[in-house]
């Protein structure tokens, strides 16, 4: 049976007026309407199509990349709100749904939500909701401290922004580690700081320990290298100036020009640092 909200690699069985019938081999059948048919297509080739249901609840494939996958998560639109709920855009021509019982906040016309897409069993058609909390899980986990991981941020607090992590976990951002602008919305690559005892992850945007003074020297380098060799700032400059200019601490700043300083690449002077 095809996937829906999802790709599938499909055969193409046969050529009608109003597109090609696609089939999965155990005898289902679903038609990419002639608007996605490529002139390159032929029968028997098999291609990879987006499966979901038309406002008539018809199974269509299509050839286009939507802005999202079952069971997964999506920063998405809204395009209109009505009695029922809202409508968000998703790079389909038929919009998700999100019922008002879905909704964590009520939601605004033109505004995005982080919002997590699951098949309605009820009515068997493609839903959205933005209760994200019902959709993460942080009990079984398969990552560890130090880990490169993808992140969505889906919401701010007193503390930082909560992310999704993997699409799978939840993880909180301090404000105080953050060095650039972040949204509601943002994907982004970040690190497992720390895994507590609850299960509670905290995240950083920063790589941790050497490998984090490593990329830091190499930024620092790259930007006299740009810069005619020439960066004004020191070790005894101001946190703000060094975080306004390079988004990374006045701690991790000075030890990751210790790292420069001791392969003889750059001089440190009382205002500024220069290239070798």
């Known amino acids: 049976m095809f996937k829906i909200g999802d790709y599938n690699n499909l055969k193409i069985d046969r050529s009608t007026s109003v597109g090609l019938y696609l089939t999965d081999g155990e005898g289902n059948d679903v038609l990419l309407p002639n608007k996605y048919v490529k002139s390159s297509f032929t029968i028997g080739d098999e291609i990879c199509v987006f499966v979901y249901k038309d ?6 494939a299509t050839t286009l990349t939507p802005w999202f996958k079952i069971n997964e998560f999506s920063s998405l639109r809204v395009r209109s709100v ?3 709920g809202a409508f968000v855009e998703c790079g389909l021509e038929k919009d998700l749904f999100v019922p008002h019982r879905e909704q964590s906040i009520k939601m605004k016309e ?5 919002v997590y897409v699951y098949e309605d069993t009820q009515t068997n058609r493609l839903v959205a909701s933005s209760k994200i909390n019902k959709y993460v899980n942080n009990e079984l986990l398969d990552i560890a401290a130090g880990d490169e991981v993808d992140l969505l941020i889906y919401e701010t607090t007193p503390l930082g922004f909560n992310a999704i992590i993997n699409q799978r976990y939840k993880g909180l951002i301090y404000h105080n580690e953050i060095f650039d602008e972040v949204k509601v919305g943002n994907k982004l690559k970040g690190y497992i700081k720390n895994i507590r005892e609850d ?6 945007l920063q790589a941790k320990g050497i490998k984090r003074l490593e990329e830091g020297a190499a930024f620092i380098l790259s930007y006299l290298q740009t810069h005619e060799g020439i960066l004004k700032l020191s070790d005894k400059s101001d946190p703000e100036k060094i975080s306004a200019l390079l988004k990374m601490s006045k701690k991790n700043f000075k030890k ?4 420069l300083y001791k392969q003889k690449l750059i001089r440190i002077l009382e205002d500024h640092i220069e290239l070798v």
């Open 55 to 60: 406002y008539e609840q018809r199974w269509v």
């Open 82 to 84: 009505t009695e029922q």
């Open 110 to 114: 033109g505004f995005r939500y982080v």
């Open 199 to 204: 299960h509670t992850i905290d995240i950083s």
């Open 256 to 259: 990751s020009i210790g790292i």
